[in-house]
């Protein structure tokens, strides 16, 4: 069966610092795969979704970026923290090629940036 | 654009009473639907979809949706609350315009469920 890791859970930077998040997905190949943002327990952003390999699509300008160096693997990155990168960041998967597909998430990590 | 409206914030509810959260979608073509539910500090659940056919769909926890064409609208329900069923619950639609990969979420409907 398909799982999906993701890591951390909780994290506590500090304005300016880096950021990594990463997720992985076992149990499928080339999946579709999902960057979202929640704040304040609400709504979700779509922030970067990849569709193979190297393949970056970006929804919003922002301070984040995304890479997908393996095929199951996402991270999600930042060279400098701001106070409104906080939230709730989820990442999701779902089948190639199957646009009726439901999406699979992962248990999220809480960023606070201090 | 694709985009789903969830027109309440929280809805309350007595356990054992039925309960409907409400969605409304705007799409061009078929429209491609779906509930989640998340727990605190927890990822989404999927509970059920729309792709065609029977407009009644049956999805988990025994939670139901209909879609509605003529209104356009994707409400879920249940004919019994648990207390249990309490958590935010997001409508969605999966965007084809743009090749089916994105899913666009409703702002969420936050279920209380009063024992």
């Known amino acids: 069966s398909q799982t999906i890791h993701q890591w951390p859970a909780t994290l506590v930077q500090p304005v300016g610092s880096p950021l990594s998040l990463e997720c992985t997905v076992e149990?499928?190949?080339?999946?579709?795969l999902y960057w979202y943002r929640q704040a304040a327990g609400r709504g979700l952003q779509l922030l970067f979704y990849?569709?193979?390999?190297?393949?970056i699509s970006s929804e919003v300008p922002q301070n984040l970026s995304a890479s997908r160096p393996q095929d199951r693997q996402f991270i999600l990155s930042s060279k400098k923290l701001l106070l409104s990168d906080s939230g709730f960041y989820l990442c999701?998967?779902?089948?190639?090629?199957?646009?009726?597909?439901?999406?699979?998430f992962g248990s999220g990590t809480q960023l606070s940036v201090l | 654009a694709q985009s789903v409206a969830q027109p309440e914030d929280q809805v309350n509810v007595a356990e054992g009473n039925p309960l409907t959260v409400k969605c409304t979608y705007s799409?061009?073509?078929?429209?491609?639907l779906f509930w989640y539910v998340q727990y605190p500090n927890r990822g989404l659940q999927f509970l059920l979809k729309?792709?065609?056919?029977?407009?009644l769909v049956k999805g988990s926890y025994g939670f139901e949706a209909e879609f509605n064409k003529s209104q356009t609208s994707f409400h879920l329900k249940k004919p019994s609350a648990l207390v249990s069923d309490s958590a935010l619950y997001f409508c969605?639609?999966?965007?084809?315009?743009?090749?089916?990969?994105?899913?666009?979420f409703g702002a969420g409907t936050r279920l209380f469920v009063k024992a």
């Open positions: 999701a998967w779902s089948p190639v090629g199957a646009t009726n597909e439901k999406l699979f």
């Open positions: 149990g499928t190949s080339n999946p579709n």
């Open positions: 990849s569709v193979g390999i190297g393949q």
């Open positions: 799409v061009s073509g078929n429209p491609y």
């Open positions: 729309y792709i065609t056919g029977d407009n």
């Open positions: 969605a639609v999966r965007d084809i315009n743009t090749g089916g990969f994105k899913t666009i």
